[in-house]
T-cell receptor, first 112, second 113 residues
Framework: TQLLEQSPQFLSIQEGENLTVYCNSS?????LQWYRQEPGEGPVLLVTVVTGGEVKKLKRLTFQFGDARKDSSLHITAAQPGDTGLYLC????????????FGEGTQLTVNP | NAGVTQTPKFQVLKTGQSMTLQCAQD?????MYWYRQDPGMGLRLIYY???????DKGEVPNGYNVSRLNKREFSLRLESAAPSQTSVYFC????????????FGQGTRLTVV
């Protein structure tokens, strides 16, 4: 059973477009992280959000944690080819210590 | 900056063969993890070790065993490989606390024929 569901699974857009990736669950998470993975590499952390309603910005990327801490979104403004990669959300729960539950991932391709 | 180092990077096994995937971290982290990554499935936790001397099953432990050799090293063993174990395997480490970042190795691409 996948506790975290990401959508869309695949996204192919043109350079300069905006996009949003969603991460949803029926469970409450104490934290939500977003990772980016490039081919042949392991995932690398982009951001951690821990408070319901929290918004964090990382240059052209905006991350939001839902008020009820059951969902999150990643918005990219004016996407660039360098943004291409697999984006993974990962949730931490109070009873799980440092363990994370990962979503299925969103494969983003930004075409020049 | 080595971080998390996995060996080997690629491996082809015949059904029924055994092998051990090695993982070492140099960040003095207490917790270590083994994940498998399959298309459309994200990362699924196989086993983890919260601290030296402890190991626990994750979401998909069947067919695998682990050994936390010391604080730095955490190995994953396939005793009798099956085609269903064809996957990319990632080792990760983190501090033993909430909201902490997980650091990943580069992965081992395993094919079982």
């Amino acid at each position: 059973t996948q506790l975290l569901e990401q959508s869309p699974q695949f996204l192919s857009i043109q350079e300069g477009e905006n996009l949003t990736v969603y991460c949803n669950s029926s469970s409450v998470f104490s934290s939500l992280q977003w990772y980016r993975q490039e081919p042949g590499e392991g995932p690398v952390l982009l951001v951690t959000v821990v408070t319901g309603g929290e918004v964090k910005k990382l240059k052209r990327l905006t991350f939001q944690f839902g008020d009820a801490r059951k969902d999150s979104s990643l918005h990219i403004t004016a996407a660039q080819p360098g943004d291409t990669g697999l984006y993974l959300c990962a949730g931490g729960q109070e009873t799980s210590g440092s363990r994370l539950t990962f979503g299925e991932g969103t494969q983003l391709t930004v075409n020049p | 900056n080595a971080g998390v180092t996995q060996t080997p990077k690629f491996q082809v096994l015949k059904t029924g063969q055994s092998m051990t995937l090695q993982c070492a971290q140099d960040m003095n982290h207490n917790s270590m993890y083994w994940y498998r990554q399959d298309p459309g499935m994200g990362l699924r936790l196989i086993y983890y070790s919260a601290s030296e001397g402890t190991t626990d099953k994750g979401e998909v432990p069947n067919g695998y065993n682990v050994s936390r050799l010391n604080k730095r090293e955490f190995s994953l063993r396939l005793e009798s490989a099956a085609p269903s174990q064809t996957s990319v395997y990632f080792c990760a480490s983190s501090e033993l606390r909430r909201f902490t970042e997980a650091f990943f190795g580069q992965g081992t691409r395993l094919t079982v024929v």
